[in-house]
């Protein structure tokens, strides 16, 4: 039965993400000061980026996801031939895609922090945001590979599992670098 | 080799740039919303969950699609058996989800003493009616995709998480404005 295999797999998996989801909020709304006129931390524009790149790092990792379990349908990858030519392919598409979205986030949102009336600097906020874009980029290439050979070991459906997992990893995983990177590069530039 | 990193590139760059755009603009939504946001605290812990769920429901879906086009399992047609038993299962995973989140985040806020002006009975009333509508709308969004890029020649893998995740973060803050309105104020 489709239904109930579906239900099986990913509704504790939807759950969890639900609550992971919490904690990504927690973590967020402890990193106030970054957004706060007047704090000594304070960076302007980062607050415009946030949503954005969550969602740019959530799309290219589900998609990569998604890729993969097309490719294991298909019968392209799996245990016994995983690290092949096919998945080297699209962790490289993916890295690629992620340097040139940071990117295009970064100067984004340096325009819309003006038109909101705010003079972010330019460099400051897309250094921050391709670092940081990049850095998540790669951890969650790594974690893609873990959890998609996870799923082939327990016989699991990778398409199940992969896009509630990867989405779920990657906000917090993506607050947590734009958290460190920012720190960083405020006390740096 | 059916994969290439080019290929990946290209077929990425346009739809992950709309949906930075529209994220960006979603994002501004919620900052001019803030007045609704401090009346009900509460929400600060529901809307990044109606809009994961919804999203990840949405991945789901939308990947299964796309492996079952690929392999050649499922018809580009709303006829096929297969595709509506995965779309139908998909809306009912997402009720569930919702219903069980909505107990877990009232919970948590009457223990935050977050629960100002709302009752139990009211928010799971708000956060299960939000988020079915929403996962419906999802659930459509993800077949149309899917079977749209394919039909065009793209990947759906590419073209299904970008626009679902979209979707789900400016409509999920929508519809729980709307149902708030409709059932609290």
């Given at each position: 039965?489709?239904?109930?295999?579906?239900?099986?797999?990913?509704?504790?998996?939807?759950?969890?993400?639900?609550?992971?989801?919490?904690?990504?909020?927690?973590?967020?709304?402890a990193?106030?000061?970054?957004?706060?006129?007047?704090?000594?931390?304070?960076?302007?524009?980062?607050i415009?980026?946030?949503?954005?790149?969550?969602?740019?790092?959530g799309?290219?990792?589900?998609?990569?996801?998604?890729?993969?379990?097309s490719?294991?349908?298909?019968?392209?990858?799996?245990e016994?031939?995983?690290?092949?030519?096919?998945?080297?392919?699209n962790?490289?598409?993916?890295?690629?895609?992620?340097?040139?979205m940071?990117?295009?986030?970064?100067?984004?949102?340096?325009?819309?922090?003006?038109?909101?009336?705010?003079?972010?600097?330019?460099?400051?906020?897309?250094?921050?945001?391709?670092?940081?874009?990049?850095?998540?980029?790669?951890?969650?290439?790594?974690?893609?590979?873990?959890?998609?050979?996870?799923v082939?070991?327990?016989?699991?459906?990778?398409?199940?599992?992969?896009?509630?997992?990867?989405?779920?990893?990657?906000?917090?995983?993506?607050?947590l670098?734009?958290?460190?990177?920012?720190?960083?590069?405020?006390?740096v530039? | 080799?059916?994969?290439?990193?080019?290929?990946v590139?290209?077929?990425?760059?346009?739809?992950?740039?709309?949906?930075?755009?529209?994220?960006?603009?979603?994002?501004?939504?919620?900052?001019?919303?803030?007045?609704?946001?401090?009346?009900?605290?509460?929400?600060?812990?529901?809307?990044?969950?109606?809009?994961?769920?919804?999203?990840?429901?949405?991945?789901?879906?939308?990947?299964?699609?796309?492996?079952?086009?690929?392999?050649g399992?499922?018809?580009?047609?709303?006829?096929?058996?297969?595709?509506?038993?995965?779309?139908?299962?998909?809306?009912?995973?997402?009720s569930?989800?919702?219903?069980?989140?909505?107990?877990g985040?009232?919970?948590?806020?009457?223990?935050l003493?977050?629960?100002?002006?709302?009752?139990?009975?009211?928010?799971?009333?708000?956060m299960?009616?939000?988020?079915?509508?929403?996962?419906?709308?999802?659930?459509?969004?993800?077949?149309?995709?899917?079977?749209?890029?394919f039909?065009?020649?793209?990947?759906?893998?590419?073209?299904?998480?970008?626009?679902?995740?979209?979707l789900?973060?400016?409509?999920?803050?929508?519809f729980?404005?709307?149902?708030?309105g409709?059932?609290?104020?």
């Amino acid at each position: 039965m489709l239904a109930r295999e579906m239900v099986k797999q990913s509704l504790p998996l939807l759950v969890l993400c639900g609550i992971g989801a919490i904690v990504t909020g927690h973590v967020f709304s402890a990193m106030q000061d970054l957004f706060q006129p007047g704090s000594e931390s304070f960076i302007p524009g980062l607050i415009v980026v946030i949503p954005a790149i969550i969602a740019m790092r959530g799309n290219i990792s589900t998609a990569l996801g998604s890729r993969l379990g097309s490719a294991y349908h298909l019968g392209i990858i799996n245990e016994q031939d995983f690290f092949n030519q096919e998945l080297s392919q699209n962790i490289i598409g993916s890295l690629t895609l992620s340097v040139i979205m940071s990117f295009v986030v970064g100067i984004l949102a340096y325009f819309t922090s003006i038109l909101l009336g705010f003079s972010p600097d330019i460099v400051k906020l897309v250094v921050i945001v391709v670092l940081a874009g990049t850095f998540s980029g790669i951890i969650l290439s790594l974690l893609t590979v873990v959890i998609i050979y996870i799923v082939f070991k327990r016989g699991y459906d990778p398409d199940n599992i992969t896009g509630p997992a990867l989405a779920t990893f990657g906000d917090i995983i993506t607050i947590l670098s734009i958290f460190g990177i920012a720190f960083f590069i405020g006390g740096v530039l | 080799m059916i994969y290439r990193w080019t290929r990946v590139v290209h077929a990425g760059l346009p739809i992950l740039t709309l949906g930075v755009c529209v994220e960006i603009f979603a994002g501004q939504l919620l900052q001019t919303s803030q007045h609704t946001l401090l009346l009900f605290p509460i929400l600060f812990l529901t809307i990044p969950v109606i809009n994961s769920v919804a999203g990840n429901i949405g991945s789901v879906l939308g990947a299964r699609l796309a492996s079952g086009l690929h392999v050649g399992s499922i018809e580009m047609s709303f006829k096929d058996a297969t595709l509506r038993e995965n779309v139908f299962t998909a809306i009912v995973l997402g009720s569930v989800t919702y219903f069980i989140l909505s107990i877990g985040i009232y919970s948590l806020a009457s223990y935050l003493d977050l629960t100002l002006g709302i009752n139990l009975v009211e928010f799971v009333a708000i956060m299960v009616g939000a988020g079915i509508t929403l996962v419906c709308i999802i659930a459509l969004a993800s077949v149309f995709t899917a079977v749209w890029s394919f039909k065009k020649g793209l990947d759906p893998d590419d073209m299904v998480a970008p626009v679902v995740t979209t979707l789900g973060d400016t409509l999920g803050i929508i519809f729980l404005f709307v149902f708030i309105g409709v059932i609290v104020l």
